[in-house]
Each structure stands twice: as structure tokens, then as C-alpha cells.
């Protein structure tokens, strides 16, 4: 590299209380002081999370409006029981994380003919973006409120569709498709 | 056997006075931690750690155990023997130190031996005092018959402290300056470099921070005529215009902001932690270290904040005098000497007198730890800059300063009222003074020489003889 090329940049001038330190810092002490204030006083400090949850608080204050959080996915089922879904791929292929994995089959049951026989989500590389909700032409794939999922393991955390249907049995009571 | 101990500490009040003030010192470290970790999330917006205990109170604890049942290991490579004691070293240091705190003033007691059948009932009496008491306050013994026995009854005054050193600032600033071989030792031995950085920089910042840090107590030695930290409180405790505590912080507010910004660095603590810089260095000398040995050097380093604070609480704060208390409630200042308020014949102000200073202390200790969440890392050149172009000269002056006000004013006989009245008024225009003469030159001097930015290092994208790949 010439020298030339290397653009020398000068320090900001001081002002007088920056060169002498001492003002600049009781200054900065009264900032850290007035944080201790607000803590001690329960004015403003951060949520505990576990128990005390996002969703539960008001949403000036800080908390999260559910209706349109997308969480974790689930399966739907129709009025028998059954998966909803019809192996179109049309979640897949709109993934733009490419973590939704179906192997389709021919279906046991008369008014559709494929079904999922496999339906993978890999949940730690989903982006959580909606777009399989979007592309389903039968509303069998929705993004449910549910975000604190957890897992020992990566492979724990690609769900099935077992797990994906258990997901809609779970949730089906507080969010109707 | 109880009886036997009871008894023998009643007789020996200092060793009780040690063992109480290490444990008290030592056991509070725990919770300095926690305060630490708390006003470390109070400044950052959260609650800090609540999840052992109420409120996180056994916390500590629970590092303890983790501490002690970690395993001790060894990274292969290190010097065996300095790997191991080094940590040793600095909590040793600050354990010696911990020794001549001064605590509560001097205690007037009145002892009864029993002399019966000595040939010298007086001189058996003075042989049976304690060497602890202070050397020309053993009073003649008066000699009693009771039922039989003959009792010399002697009063004599002993300090309310572990060791009563005469030169107790001196010691301290000898023995924590010591405490740096713990660190240097640490970082040469653990064969990792950044540990060796880091130990490094922890000797050139103490020997930078050891001088004005000497010179500012300098200033308050020369002003009492005394380094006897005792005395140095007894003579704060009294009045300005029986209104104003004759605290040494009143006095002398630029020493005090020198002082601190020195204990500081002494201690290692933000914003001069160069020695641990935990986002450069990985933890410096302390990095290789786990379990105990690690566990070791936090206790060295929260001790010797607590012993540089207790110092400072000494030198600067009045020790134990509670302003206005003595006005107010005559009775709980157990003043019994008129002119001399250390001494009292009741051991509870003294215990009063230990609280008091404990919780000045915790206070002082707090804004280390308001300040160490507070502000930035000094960079290593900014460091050296304001210890050699800053701290230094302005001690220096403040030095010459209160020297030239005790030559003027002269030495005083009433020495404890010494900085009552005209002098301390004169010794505050004086901290001014020199802060504004330091601030005025500083604008004369030549600037600081330009920082480096641009080193030629061979291979770097500066060097023009080997080009940059």
C-alpha cells in the first residue's frame, strides 16, 4: 500500500473538561448512578424472563403483541384427525432457509392423493419468516405463538411430523386455525 | 475449657481483635463479590444474581463450594513451584496488611492481678501487664486486701487494633506494594503469554501508581506529624467552627481524589485492571489459573481493596468519628480524656467504633465498584501519561504545599486540633491552588508526544520493504 493511499485521521480536538478527566467523569458516574436509581426503584429495568413473560405485559411497557409472533410450527389436522397436509412441496419450495423436508406418498384416504409420509422441520435453521404459512394451499402448515422451545440435542430440535402434529394438539386451544 | 478461652481472650483482647477482624474481612470478600455482581447489573439495568437465596444471599456460597470442588488444574509448561505459590504470595501480603488497621481508638482498661505473696506486690503487678499497652499510660497499681488476697489493681491503655505498628502507613504501603509479586509471579509462571503480559503490565503500572500514591499519604503524614494510623484518626476526630467533621476530606480534597485514583490502580480495579483485561488479554495473569488458586487471587484482590479502603477511610474519612455523634449522645462517644477522644473505658463504643469504620469502608469500596462499571480502560500509553505527566507533578506540588503550610503554621502542640481552624482552611486554598496552578501550566506545557499509530512492523500493511500480501 503507498502512502498515498493511507488516510491519516486526527484525534477530535479536547475540550477543557475531556483534558482534565476528572469532570467527565463524575459526569459519567451520574449516568451509571441514575441506572441504579431506576433498578432500585423498579421504575425500569430488564423483564425476569421465566416469570415474567413478554406476552403478559402491556405493550408500552415493553411487551409483545402475540397475534402476529411467529413461533414454532405446527401441523393441522381436519375434522377426523387427519393431516391436513397434501405433499404439495409448496412450503418447501417457498423456504428460503430450505429446512422443511417431506417425503410424500400416496394416501391412504379417498378425497386427496398424496400425503406426508415424512415431514421434517429443522427448527434451528428455520428463520421463522412465514413464508411456508403463505405458500400452503390448504392451510395445513401455521406458525404457532409458541417460541420457548428447547432441545439437548440439534437432532432433538429437528421436529417430525409427529412432533409437528403434537404441536397442533397442543395449541389448537388457545390459537383456532 | 470455654471458660478457659473466654478467659484467655479477655486477657489477650487483641488476638480476639484479629481473629475477628481477618475472618470479618476475609468472609466479607464473599459478599463483595456478590455487591460486585449486583452493582455490576444495577448500572446494566438488571437485578444481578436472585436466583440462590433470597435476594442472591447465598450466592457466594454456593461459588464457594464450586470453588473448592473444581478441580485444581495444571496447564503443562508452568514453573511448578512459583505456579503454586504465587497466588499464596499476594493473599499473604494482604492478610500481614489487614494486621495494623486501627479499629476502634484506644481502650482504658482497668485490671485486677492477683499479686499475693510477691515479695513486690507493685513491681509483680507492672510485670503481669500485658506488652500490648501503650508504653507510658500503665498507671502505678493500687494495691488492695480482699478477703485474703492482695490485688493490685492497674490501669492501662492498649490500641483496639491487631498490631498496633507505630509506623502503620508505612507498613501498609510497604507490604501491599509487595502484593504485585503475586501478579508478576503468576503471569512469569503460568508459560502462556498474555498471563506474562499481563503480569507485565501489573509491574509497571505499580511502579508507576506506587509514587504518587506515597506522595499524596506523604501529604497527610506531614500534616500530623505522625504515621501512626491511630493517631492520624484521633486527630481527625473533632470540629471545624464545631461544625464541619475535621476530616482530612474537607482539608485536602485533591490529595483525597489523588489518593483514590491511586488506590485504584494499587488495587488492580478499573479503569487500571491493564493487568487482567479481560477483552485483551483473556483474564491476564490470572488466566491459566482454576478452582482454589484462582479463587485465591479474588480474595487477594477484594482484600486488598478492603484494606487500601479501610486506609483510606483512615487517612481520609476520620476513621471511626461519627459527626456530630460525640455532640449529640456525649455518653456513645466514651470520650474520658478531655482533648484526647480515641481513648474510652467501654469495649462496646469500641466495637461501635469497628462498625463504623467497616461501613465507611463498605461505602468507599462501593464506588470502587460504581467506578469500575462506570468507565472505560485506560489504554496502556494513557495510563503511564497520567501517572508521570499528571499525578506525579500534581502530588508533587500538593506535597510542597502542605509542607509549606506546616512550616508557616509550625509545629503544633495541640497536636489533635492541628487541622481545626485557620490551617484547614489554609490547606484547602492551598488544594485549590495547586489544582488551578496544575491546570494553567498544563496548558503551557509542551503537548504529549504523538502516539505511534504507525509502526513499521515487518510484514504489516506499514512496512514498505516487505509488501503486504
Aim: charged fraction near 20%.
Amino acid at each position: 500500500m503507498k502512502d498515498s493511499d493511507i488516510k491519516v485521521l486526527s484525534e477530535p480536538k479536547l475540550s477543557l473538561g475531556d483534558q482534565f478527566y476528572l469532570p467527565q467523569v463524575l459526569i459519567g458516574l451520574g449516568t451509571t448512578m441514575k441506572h441504579m436509581f431506576k433498578v432500585l426503584s423498579g421504575t425500569d429495568r430488564v423483564i425476569q424472563y421465566p416469570e415474567e413473560r413478554r406476552e403478559d405485559l402491556p405493550i408500552d411497557k415493553g411487551g409483545m403483541l402475540l397475534r402476529t409472533y411467529r413461533g414454532v410450527h405446527r401441523l393441522n389436522k381436519d375434522e377426523e384427525g387427519r393431516v391436513k397436509c397434501v405433499a404439495c412441496f409448496m412450503c418447501s419450495t417457498a423456504c428460503p432457509a430450505r429446512c422443511i423436508h417431506i417425503e410424500a406418498a400416496e394416501s391412504p384416504w379417498q378425497d386427496r392423493e398424496k400425503y406426508p409420509q415424512k415431514f421434517d422441520i429443522d427448527e434451528l435453521r428455520c428463520i421463522y419468516c412465514g413464508m411456508c404459512e403463505e405458500a400452503c394451499p390448504v392451510d395445513a402448515i401455521e406458525l404457532t405463538h409458541e417460541y420457548d422451545i428447547v432441545g439437548l440435542t440439534r437432532q432433538e430440535m429437528i421436529f417430525d411430523k409427529t412432533k409437528l402434529l403434537q404441536i397442533f394438539d397442543e395449541t389448537i386451544k388457545d390459537e383456532p386455525m | 475449657m470455654f471458660y478457659a478461652i473466654y478467659h484467655f481472650l479477655c486477657e489477650y483482647p487483641w488476638i480476639l481483635i484479629a481473629l475477628v477482624a481477618h475472618g470479618t474481612i476475609l468472609g466479607a470478600v464473599a459478599y463483595l463479590i456478590l455487591l460486585e455482581r449486583k452493582t455490576a447489573s444495577w448500572v446494566q439495568d438488571r437485578i444481578g444474581p436472585n436466583r440462590v437465596g433470597p435476594y442472591g444471599l447465598l450466592q457466594p456460597i454456593a461459588d464457594g463450594i464450586k470453588f473448592i470442588v473444581k478441580e485444581d488444574y495444571r496447564p503443562a509448561g508452568v514453573d511448578k513451584v512459583l505456579f503454586t505459590i504465587a497466588p499464596g504470595l499476594m493473599v499473604l501480603c494482604i492478610i500481614v496488611s489487614i494486621a495494623v488497621l486501627p479499629w476502634g481508638g484506644i481502650h482504658r482498661v482497668t485490671h485486677d492481678f492477683d499479686v499475693t505473696g510477691k515479695a513486690d506486690p507493685v513491681a509483680a503487678a507492672l510485670h503481669d501487664v500485658p506488652g500490648v499497652a501503650i508504653a507510658g499510660t500503665v498507671q502505678t497499681p493500687q494495691i488492695i486486701q480482699q478477703s485474703g488476697k492482695t490485688i493490685a489493681r492497674v490501669t492501662y491503655d492498649y490500641p483496639f487494633q491487631a498490631s498496633d505498628v507505630n509506623i502503620g502507613v508505612l507498613f501498609i504501603l510497604a507490604v501491599l506494594s509487595l502484593a504485585v509479586y503475586g501478579v508478576v509471579l503468576g503471569g512469569w509462571a503460568s508459560n502462556n503469554k498474555y498471563s506474562f503480559l499481563g503480569g507485565l503490565r501489573a509491574t509497571a503500572q505499580m511502579v508507576s501508581y506506587e509514587i504518587p500514591l506515597g506522595l499524596s499519604v506523604l501529604c497527610i503524614v506531614i500534616q500530623y506529624g505522625t504515621l501512626d494510623l491511630g493517631q492520624i484518626v484521633e486527630k481527625q476526630a473533632t470540629y471545624w467552627g464545631h461544625i464541619i467533621p475535621a476530616w482530612n476530606v474537607f482539608a485536602q480534597p485533591a490529595t483525597f481524589f489523588m489518593f483514590l485514583t491511586c488506590i485504584h490502580a494499587e488495587a488492580n480495579r478499573a479503569p487500571f485492571d491493564m493487568a487482567e483485561a479481560e477483552q485483551e488479554l483473556v483474564g491476564g495473569y490470572h488466566t491459566e489459573y482454576s478452582a482454589m488458586r484462582f479463587a485465591l487471587f479474588f480474595l487477594g484482590e477484594y482484600a486488598g481493596m478492603v484494606t487500601t479502603s479501610v486506609v483510606c477511610v483512615a487517612l481520609f474519612f476520620g476513621g471511626w468519628h461519627v459527626p456530630w455523634l460525640d455532640k449529640l449522645f456525649p455518653a456513645l462517644s466514651g470520650n474520658v480524656v478531655a482533648g484526647r477522644p480515641a481513648i474510652t473505658t467501654s469495649f462496646i463504643v469500641c466495637l461501635i467504633r469497628s462498625v463504623v469504620i467497616f461501613t465507611k469502608t463498605i461505602v468507599i469500596i462501593f464506588v470502587f465498584m460504581w467506578v469500575r462499571w462506570s468507565l472505560p480502560r485506560f489504554r496502556f500509553d494513557q495510563l503511564m501519561m497520567l501517572a508521570w505527566r499528571a499525578l506525579i507533578p500534581m502530588s508533587l506540588g500538593l506535597l510542597l504545599m502542605t509542607a509549606t503550610v506546616v512550616w508557616i503554621f509550625g509545629p503544633n502542640d495541640r497536636a489533635f486540633m492541628r487541622i481545626g481552624g485557620r490551617m484547614g482552611l489554609v490547606l484547602l486554598f492551598g488544594n485549590i491552588m495547586v489544582v488551578a496552578v496544575s491546570m494553567l501550566l498544563s496548558k503551557l506545557l509542551p503537548p504529549p508526544p504523538l502516539t505511534n499509530r504507525r509502526v513499521r512492523v515487518l510484514g504489516s500493511r506499514f512496512n514498505n520493504l516487505v509488501p503486504a500480501r
